[in-house]
């Protein structure tokens, strides 16, 4: 792979999260250790109810290896991982890829070379789904983008037939051509992750962003080992929402393994970051309305997760956030993802677009043409939000690997100035408290308008220093490229040519 160019995270973590210090119980939860919550309780709790924190196994139908074009194993990839917080290795050989050719013609999504699949964790039980969609420009030339939809839990099909996707669902699940998909000119990956999200299955799920971050890195290693023509191209990862969490972990590991591990004497190099850039902003608008209830909370939950006796009570600590924090928040009946309007769809987070790519993709014509293995697809799995929010991922300081991700890459931030639950306000100033080299300057800088290279409209403000830009993009929400695709497309592929880079 030529670079590891972008981190594309449309909504950051938030700044005020507090610094999680896990002990006994958690701290095995937290690192991703299979037994966990689940089995501690149950022995502790016997009859205990966990349905809302924890996955059961989804309905699935393995299908038989000769269904697929192919597959792939860890165990023919020579590549090492170095666990988070410890001195061992390991290898991905418990891992393989399976995967198939998309007939264009066979549901109309695009008329470029598709691949769909799963990675397979054979040790664990767990099953990622994949989906990807060449350049309909230069695929030889042009950079390859992963897509990573947030929540946690959300897949991100939504994301495919809704904003930067090649097509978009109508009411009467019919398909429209996108002319501003951002495969106009890169090839894209849309991942179902972490296990149990979308058409992504498993016997037990990643318990965090920690414990999911070996997965993404197993899966781009196997996908660009069995197709190598699009390992030579430059790579970014892009995401919106709660990825803004994932991705500075999973792009540290990443570049981790690049740097630090070495086989024979020689770097191994997966991908070489000779340039990059990251677009980062889940950061939570309302973070003044948050934190009494959070920190009063934050203490409860950290005495009571001390052990399985108390686990239950610290279980029941997240939810008493929500419900403090939710009765502070304006109630008008507007969206709080565009307060432009009211929520249309309150079931399927005020889109209803959601509802209907849930209905597309649930026709077993679309399935069977992808080679999804679960029968019901859901756009958002609520109980993978709740497990995380349990064991404390979201207040985890993941902002904190941003200043070492920027000694390798280039970072863009970027949020709709009518996001109210990622407010663009919050997302510029989490940029500018970062603390890295470049913050005396780049917190000082003025945003300067950005206009549209087409038709010269104003399209958002902008201000970047030394590898950190912050996009602030007018009359858009929270799903910037559904609310305004074109400027989105055209910010993107600016950003891909190097604008607003050093």
């Not at 210090?21 to 966990?36: A, I, Y």
């Not at 666990?83 to 050989?93: A, F, H, N, T, V």
């Not at 207040?395 to 991700?405: D, E, M, S, V």
Request: charged share 20%; aromatic share 12%.
């Amino acid at each position: 792979m030529k670079g590891l160019l972008s981190l594309l995270l449309v909504e950051a973590a938030t700044v005020w999260a507090a610094s999680y210090e896990p002990r006994s119980l958690t701290e095995d939860m937290l690192q991703g250790k299979e037994k966990g919550p689940r089995e501690a309780v149950k022995g502790e709790a016997p009859g205990a109810s966990l349905d809302d924190h924890f996955n059961p196994p989804r309905a699935h139908q393995r299908k038989s290896d000769d269904k697929w074009d192919g597959k792939i194993s860890g165990k023919s990839v020579n590549v090492l991982w170095v666990e988070e917080g410890q001195d061992r290795l390991s290898g991905i050989g418990e891992y393989e890829m399976r995967f198939k050719t998309v007939e264009p013609s066979s549901l109309g999504v695009d008329n470029v070379t598709q691949y769909s699949g799963y990675l397979d964790n054979n040790l664990s039980g767990q099953h990622l789904f994949f989906w990807f969609f060449e350049s309909r420009s230069d695929p030889d030339y042009d950079p390859v983008i992963l897509w990573l939809n947030g929540g946690p839990g959300c897949s991100s099909m939504t994301s495919l037939f809704m904003e930067m996707g090649p097509a978009r669902v109508a009411k009467d699940l019919t398909l429209t051509r996108n002319p501003h998909s951002w495969n106009s000119k890169a090839s894209i990956i849309f991942l179902d992750q972490p296990v149990n999200v979308g058409f992504s299955y498993g016997e037990s799920g990643a318990f965090n962003t920690q414990s999911a971050s070996k997965d993404v890195f197993a899966f781009l290693t196997l996908f660009f080992k069995q197709f190598p023509q699009y390992a030579i191209q430059d790579f970014h990862i892009a995401g919106e929402s709660y990825a803004g969490h994932y991705i500075p972990v999973y792009a540290s590991d990443i570049l981790k393994q690049k740097s630090d591990i070495k086989l024979n004497s020689h770097p191994i190099r997966p991908w070489p970051a000779e340039m990059a850039g990251t677009v980062l902003s889940w950061i939570s608008l309302p973070a003044n309305l948050w934190r009494p209830p959070f920190h009063n909370a934050r203490k409860k939950s950290s005495a009571a997760m001390t052990s399985p006796q108390t686990l239950l009570l610290a279980l029941r600590v997240p939810a008493s956030v929500r419900t403090l924090s939710s009765a502070r928040m304006p109630r008008p009946g507007r969206s709080i993802y565009d307060i432009r309007g009211r929520c249309e769809d309150p079931e399927n987070l005020c889109y209803p677009i959601l509802g209907w790519i849930a209905k597309y993709l649930n026709q077993r014509h679309v399935q069977e043409a992808i080679g999804a293995e679960v029968s019901h697809f859901e756009g958002c799995n609520k109980q993978i939000s709740s497990q995380f929010f349990s064991q404390g991922d979201y207040n985890q300081p993941f902002h904190r690997k941003i200043p070492g991700i920027l000694k390798h890459i280039n970072v863009l931030v970027y949020a709709g100035d009518a996001d109210y639950i990622c407010n663009w306000l919050g997302v510029k100033a989490w940029t500018e408290a970062l603390w890295w080299l470049g913050r005396p300057i780049f917190r000082h800088k003025r945003l300067s308008v950005v206009y549209n290279s087409v038709n010269k409209w104003p399209l958002g403000r902008v201000k970047y220093y030394k590898g950190l830009a912050f996009l602030q993009v007018f009359k858009a929400g929270h799903r910037v490229p559904y609310d305004q695709p074109e400027n989105a497309l055209d910010f993107f592929n600016r950003w891909l040519a190097g604008e607003w880079t050093p």
